[in-house]
């Protein structure tokens, strides 16, 4: 499907312009807050009834606990390597579904950052403006490969 044509006024073409910025910035913090242990940025991230699949069984519901769900999970790595691209933009007022490409590498331990466990995939989401700008109303990850060493479970 071909990416939707800008709207023809200018106000609505600069303001359709600023909510792309905006919702993009969203998704880049999202892989930075992750890969700089921010979790409770990457929480601040989601609206309060935010959601996050990954499917088929990792999920957590909730602005509430997400930067602890988080931590739990990525935590557990030395370091992680999120690189978030082709942000496919869709606007509907205050609303934005988007689909953006994921790489990730997990390493196991500083010393050897040679083992690492890998991913990749694209995102699925849903954004909502919101007072605190746009926000993550729902996350999916659709995993396309893994790589390396099994990842932590």
Known sequence: MPAPDPPADPAAQLQWLVDRAAVSDLLNDFARALDDRDWEGYAANYTEDGVLDIAPTIRHEGREGMAEFVAA?????????????????????????????????????????????????????????????????????????????????
Do not use: K, M
Request: positive net charge.
């Open 73 to 153: 999970s990525l935590g557990r790595y030395a370091a992680t390597h999120h690189l978030s691209s082709n942000h496919r933009i869709d606007l509907d007022g205050d609303i934005a579904t988007t689909r953006s490409y994921l790489l990730a590498a997990h390493v196991f331990d500083a010393e050897q950052p040679h083992r690492h466990a890998d991913g990749a995939g694209w995102y699925r989401c849903r954004v909502r403006r919101t007072a605190e700008g746009w926000r993550f109303e729902h996350v999916t990850l659709v995993v396309r490969y893994v790589s390396g060493e099994p990842l932590l479970h």
